[in-house]
């Protein structure tokens, strides 16, 4: 089999070429008034930028704020490891200032949890986060701290990698006080959405958004996502089913995409939640300044995948798997499931950062515009066990949980752990 490599750049058409002859009346009017601008504020005239050649297919350069987040100590950048060598070459695209951003100091927000699965920040940087087998839902101090209960989610039914998933808030949370939540019930999956009380120490009782998605034990998806569009974002697994990946009329193995009552959002390709089909199992799915939408998803034994979702594009599972096989759109990056394994990801400092529950490692994965501008590297490789989530923070910083308490890790004290990872600029 052989490893994925990047899309090579198109060959850019050259275009019609203007006749090179230019009266030298022209040139003169030209010259009399650039000396004429300079003459009158006493200033030389602006030279005319050199014009280049752009390929029609190129994404526009969105500029990028680098994170001021305020540090604890003199960071000390973990040494990445070397990348898996199934790493697709990097593409062509031009780098940016903030594609210079690396882990530095990392600490412990909060200790003690039970398999944390989603998480999701308030308003004022604190944060929510779910604990897969209990149902429950705890409230995060922004400045870390211990957990506190904020409510059961009732009708969550735990099993395998099934129970109480994915986590976000509405983005109008400060006024409506939303929790949107994905949820193992006893007829299937679900999407609720609940009310948190002002307290933090409440949960109404949920109301159904989107059932119908089935479950299993394993390949149960859960990731949610609310994207800049105002819309959220579900990703699915196939539920060990893999005829479902490809069929439209399933919402099993898809990225859905719906509006805060459950109803298709606006834009979707077949008039149904479904967004883009031919999915295995996203767990992870984040968005770049630009409104790239990028997803993580857990291979069969071969290739793990980080992908650009494109709206009714389909992502060739059961047929293709990384970039073997027939069909499918083809991902941007992919790895052997020893180094990924995939779950939660995250745009942060012009990258896309990625999760690694059998890798054991947090990816850093250059990108601009949905392609990618270097090389993936590997961070944390194995000193914090399994990494489930990751997520921007308010302050620039990432916010990683752990899973070693999910009957698939070694559990060390205090696990499992939220980390804060504070990105710095490359030494």
């Given at each position: ?23 030298a ?27 280049t ?21 003199s960071?000390?950048?973990p ?137 299993a ?15 959220l974002?579900i ?102 499931t ?13 990258a ?54 999910d ?21």
């Amino acid at each position: 089999m052989r490893p994925l490599s990047a899309t090579p750049a198109r060959p850019v058409p050259v275009p019609g070429r203007r006749s090179r002859t230019v009266t030298a009346a022209v040139l003169a009017v030209l010259a009399a008034g650039c000396a004429g601008a300079s003459a009158k504020d006493g200033t030389p005239a602006p030279e005319l930028p050199e014009m280049t050649s752009m390929s029609p297919t190129a994404a526009p350069t969105v500029p990028e704020a680098v994170p001021t987040a305020p540090s604890t100590g003199s960071p000390t950048a973990p040494v990445p490891s070397t990348p898996a060598p199934s790493t697709p070459a990097p593409s062509t695209a031009p780098k940016s200032r903030a594609a210079d951003l690396v882990p530095g100091q990392v600490t412990d927000v909060t200790t003690g949890l039970d398999t944390p699965w989603g998480l999701a920040f308030l308003p004022d940087g604190s944060a929510l986060v779910s604990e897969r087998d209990s149902a429950r839902v705890l409230h995060v101090p922004a400045a870390g701290g211990t957990a506190q209960e904020v409510g059961t989610v009732p009708g969550v039914e735990p099993g395998g990698e099934a129970g109480l998933l994915g986590l976000a808030v509405s983005p109008s949370f400060a006024t409506d006080r939303t929790l949107y939540a994905y949820r193992t019930a006893a007829s299937g999956n679900e999407v609720i959405a609940m009310t948190v009380g002002t307290d933090l120490r409440s949960l109404s009782e949920p109301r159904v958004l989107l059932s119908g998605i089935a479950k299993a034990s394993n390949h149960d998806g859960g990731r949610l996502a609310m994207g800049p569009d105002g819309f959220l974002y579900i990703g699915t697994g196939d539920a060990n089913d893999r005829p479902n990946a490809p069929d439209r009329d399933s919402l099993n193995g898809k990225v859905l995409r719906i509006r805060s009552d459950g109803s298709p959002a606006p834009g979707n390709p077949f008039g149904t939640p479904v967004f883009t089909t031919g999915h295995r199992n996203v767990q992870g799915i984040a968005f770049g300044p630009d409104g790239t939408v990028y997803a993580a998803e857990f291979g069969q034994d071969t290739w793990d995948e980080l992908n650009v979702l494109r709206a009714g594009q389909d992502y060739g599972w059961p047929a293709a798997e990384g970039d073997d096989g027939d069909g499918g759109t083809r991902p941007l990056a992919s790895w052997h499931t020893d180094d990924a394994s995939p779950s939660g990801v995250a745009y942060a400092g012009g990258a896309v950062w990625m999760a690694g529950l059998k890798g054991e490692r947090l990816w850093r994965v250059p990108v601009a515009g949905g392609e990618r501008t270097g090389d993936p590297v590997a961070y944390l490789d194995g000193t914090y066990g399994r990494l489930r989530t990751v997520v921007t923070a308010p302050d620039g910083s990432l916010w990683v949980t752990t899973s070693n308490t999910d009957g698939r890790g070694d559990p060390k004290d205090g696990d499992d752990r939220i980390l804060r990872v504070k990105l710095v600029p490359r030494p």
